[in-house]
């Protein structure tokens, strides 16, 4: 079955290995274009199906043309980890491992 | 920026990081396949099928167990629910997920068939289950999800990840 992925995450898709890959340089969430932009919509998915008769072997990608805002701080904003929170963090991390029924930290 | 001079984000680094600064011991294992398979279509794309693929999950959460496990999930194209669970890990401070089309494109994609760029859309979208076990999608939810994409008489699939 060929297969096509549009997605965001291009480190993990890649390391992952698929046959094809358009890759959309935003935020992780809106893979297929901006939120109401129905022509960038439309144009993503023309894009990455268009890789069905384009790509002649697998691992192929290509980025999106799109960008997500001028301001690029929001590169920086995904899992940021600041110093001051550790004790927020590692609460975090208790709820999720007592909810999953995991050990408790160690330290 | 990157060592390699680009600006892609390194999503696994910062996960590693973030799951230790959560008190984890251990780092997350992304699937990775030295082989990748590749398919070349039969057909040109404005005769072909396509089937979509979605990592979102129903409003209702039905595709899970008791334990919060997820199954594969399957909804009409043409009659979508209103809503979806996105409860996944993406960028929640910088985007949304309140427009479907940014991770289910089936409007984009009625309007590709309407402009003959595509075939046809297939009549069923699909869910993916999103579980940490590589066992489990490569045994039960890739198969099973490859037996719906077929039965819809899809000739591709085009998988949209949030």
């Given at each position: ?107 | ?94 985007t949304h997920t309140d427009d479907r089309e940014t991770f ?59």
């Amino acid at each position: 079955m060929p297969t096509v992925v549009i997605g965001s995450a291009r480190d993990i898709v890649e390391h992952c290995g698929v046959p094809r890959f358009l890759y959309s340089d935003f935020p992780l969430g809106n893979p297929c274009g901006h939120p109401w932009n129905a022509a960038m919509q439309s144009e993503t998915v023309r894009l990455g199906l268009g890789l069905l008769e384009t790509a002649t072997a697998p691992r192929t990608t290509v980025r999106s043309p799109f960008e997500w805002r001028d301001d690029p701080s929001w590169r920086d904003r995904y899992n940021r980890i600041d110093p001051a929170d550790r004790e927020k963090l590692l609460a975090i991390g208790d709820a999720r491992r007592a909810k999953r029924g995991q050990a408790p930290r160690q330290s | 920026m990157n060592d390699d001079g680009s600006q892609d984000i390194p999503y696994m680094q910062r996960t590693r990081a973030y799951y230790r600064a959560l008190g984890y011991d251990n780092d997350y294992v992304w699937a990775h396949f030295a082989d990748v398979p590749f398919t070349r279509p039969t057909k040109s794309l404005g005769q072909m099928r396509i089937a979509l693929v979605t990592t979102a999950g129903p409003p209702d959460r039905s595709n899970r167990n008791e334990k919060g496990r997820k199954r594969v999930w399957s909804g009409e194209v043409d009659a979508p629910p209103a809503t979806f669970d996105t409860d996944l890990a993406w960028d929640k401070e910088s985007t949304h997920t309140d427009d479907r089309e940014t991770f289910l494109p089936i409007g984009a994609m009625g309007r590709l068939v309407g402009e003959g760029v595509v075939g046809s859309l297939a009549p069923h979208f699909i869910g993916a289950p999103t579980d940490y076990s590589h066992a489990k999608t490569l045994s039960a939810d890739a198969p099973e999800i490859l037996r719906r994409v077929q039965a819809d008489g899809a000739d591709a699939a085009l998988l949209t990840a949030l």
